[in-house]
Structures are given as structure tokens and as C-alpha cells.
């Protein structure tokens, strides 16, 4: 079995579409990095200008209208408490206050998680093309049923095949999530504040970084054995951004109930040890008044790791019968 591995890992980097998918991911995260620049930059002496100009004209605008803006926002808080007892405005807070106005400076241990998220997203979407395509070209070429002659034993072929595709994308994704993390560092370090990263939040982040090579690997492993099912990369392709649009952004929008069922959710719970979303209640009152508004819901850590571990093992299951039972020429 060892050997097996070692072969198709070589035949893994061996492929056009690894090589391609493994550099898209680089310059897309070369182009997260110019994004983080972007965001830390602090603003031009002609942007502070600018800034401090428009809140000058605030304040003198505040000073002739804001006692009307007031009176105004109370009133209106005044009738929608009378369908909603917890509407607030923020009648007290609209005067103008220069912190508001102009860049805040950016935080890195603000910035880094969503960074990290970013990044993970984009690692587990090239492991699952890499390890389709990797499998599905082998059905497609012919060469599936060239290598059974050589290794008719089916099963170690198709453990060989899924773990090559696992294991080949571990170095790359730790590779790519420390170039994210060192370069997003070394930019906010440069342009902005690093404050308050303590020790335990440099143990957050690397906890997700874990989390998100444990991902990679699992979308590897899927796609390979989505490549076992549909035996092309077009289709797998197809039914995965089918799913994203149909299911994920139609599905999910219209049935907000059913959003601790998609795969979104569930990635976000496991990325972030517990994942915050928000679906809308309405109601009518005693008066007929027809309200909504957003609850906060939580989805844990628990549920976003066994919906994924359930679906990729059935994925990885219901793959090995069809590739044991079905002709492969």
C-alpha cells in the first residue's frame, strides 16, 4: 500500500491541472495579500485633508439642523416602539465625532480571522478540483483500467488513489495558509497595529489553521471519490457550482430554517469553532401590525463537524461500492 501511495503521489504533481490549480491558489493569495495591504494602508495627507474637510462641514451643518435631526429620530423611535418595544435608534449618538470620520487603523488581530477563512476557503475549493481531477481523468483517459491489470486488487487502488490525493495537499495547504498568515503580519506590522496578538490568540489562529488543512484534506478526499462516481472533472465541476448557486444561494436565502443543512453554515462552524447566523422572525401583534426582525442562532462546533464527517465518509463509502462493483473501461 505504501508503494501504491508513493506512485500516485508522484502521478499527482505530476498533472497539468495540479500544477495550474497550485499556482491559481498562489496568486489568489498573493492578491489577498494586496488586499490586506489595501486595508491597512493608512490614509494620504490628501485623503486626511479631504476627510477633515467634510467633517467640518458636518459639524457646521449639526450646529444650524442637528436639534431638528434629533427631535426628528426621537419621534420616529417613539412609533416603531410601538410595534417593536427594543427599537433604537441611536438618537443620542448622531451628532458628528471626528473618531468616525476618516480610516480606522487596522488591527491584525481583527483582520487575521477573516483572513484565515478567506484562505481556507480557497485552499479546500483547489483540493477538491485537484483530487476530482485527478481522479476523474484516470475514467476519462483510460488508463483506470490499464493500471487494474497491473494492481487488480481494487480496493487498495482506490485507498491508494484518495489518500495520495489527501496527503499531496497537506504540505502545499500549510505551505500557503504560513504565507498568508507571515505575509498578513508582516504588512499590518508595517502599516497598522499588531497590538493585543497574545499568546492565545496565536493559538486560535493556528488552531484554525489546523482546521483548515484537516478541511483541504477532507475536500481532497471527497472530490477523488466525487471523480469515482462521475468519472469526469466537467461534471463534478458542474454539479459543485450547481449546488453553490441553486442550493446554497436560492435554497438557503428562501428556506433561512434550513441553513444548519448546507455545507456554507457547517464550514464556517467547523473554521471557526462555532459559527453565528441570523434568520427572520415576523409576527403580527394584537393590533395587526405585520414586524420582523433578525435572531441570532449559533450553530456549535459539534454539529459543523459531524454533518462534514458524516457526508464525506457516505461520499468516500458509497464511492468504494460503485468502484468495486462497476466496469471501469
Not at 77 to 86: L, S, V, W
Amino acid at each position: 500500500m505504501k508503494r501504491l501511495t508513493k506512485v500516485e503521489l508522484r502521478r499527482l504533481f505530476s498533472r497539468r491541472l495540479t500544477a495550474i490549480a497550485l499556482l491559481g491558489a498562489l496568486a489568489v493569495t498573493g492578491l489577498m495579500l494586496f488586499g490586506t495591504f489595501t486595508e491597512a494602508k493608512p490614509l494620504s495627507g490628501a485623503e486626511l485633508t479631504s476627510q477633515r474637510a467634510q467633517f467640518d462641514q458636518a459639524q457646521k451643518d449639526w450646529a444650524i439642523n442637528g436639534a431638528q435631526q434629533v427631535a426628528d429620530c426621537q419621534t420616529q423611535q417613539a412609533a416603531a416602539q410601538k410595534t417593536d418595544p427594543n427599537a433604537v435608534f441611536g438618537c443620542d449618538q448622531m451628532e458628528p465625532k471626528l473618531a468616525n470620520w476618516g480610516k480606522p487603523v487596522a488591527k491584525f488581530t481583527e483582520m487575521m480571522p477573516n483572513i484565515l477563512l478567506a484562505g481556507s476557503y480557497l485552499l479546500a475549493f483547489v483540493a477538491f478540483l485537484v483530487g476530482a481531477g485527478f481522479v476523474a481523468a484516470e475514467f476519462s483517459s483510460g488508463s483506470m483500467a490499464n493500471w487494474l491489470t497491473f494492481e487488480p486488487r481494487r480496493m487498495r487502488v482506490y485507498v491508494s488513489k484518495l489518500g495520495a490525493a489527501g496527503l499531496g495537499l497537506i504540505p502545499v495547504t500549510v505551505a500557503l495558509l504560513g504565507l498568508l498568515t507571515a505575509g498578513s503580519w508582516l504588512i499590518v506590522s508595517h502599516l497598522a497595529s499588531t497590538a493585543g496578538t497574545t499568546a492565545k490568540v496565536w493559538g486560535d489562529l493556528a488552531l484554525m489553521g489546523g482546521r483548515a488543512v484537516a478541511l483541504a484534506v477532507a475536500a481532497a478526499v471527497a472530490g477523488a471519490a466525487m471523480g469515482v462516481l462521475l468519472r469526469h472533472t466537467a461534471a463534478v465541476l458542474g454539479i459543485a457550482v450547481g449546488y453553490l448557486v441553486l442550493v446554497e444561494g436560492v435554497f438557503g436565502q428562501a428556506l433561512q430554517g434550513a441553513r444548519p443543512w448546507l455545507l456554507q453554515l457547517n464550514f464556517n462552524a467547523w473554521l471557526q469553532h462555532g459559527a453565528k447566523y441570523f434568520i427572520q422572525t415576523c409576527k403580527t401583534d394584537a393590533q395587526g401590525n405585520y414586524s420582523c426582525q433578525g435572531v441570532e442562532k449559533v450553530l456549535s462546533f459539534g454539529h459543523g463537524s459531524a454533518y462534514l464527517g458524516l457526508l464525506v465518509v457516505l461520499t468516500v463509502g458509497l464511492a468504494a461500492l460503485v468502484f468495486r462493483r462497476r466496469d471501469v473501461s
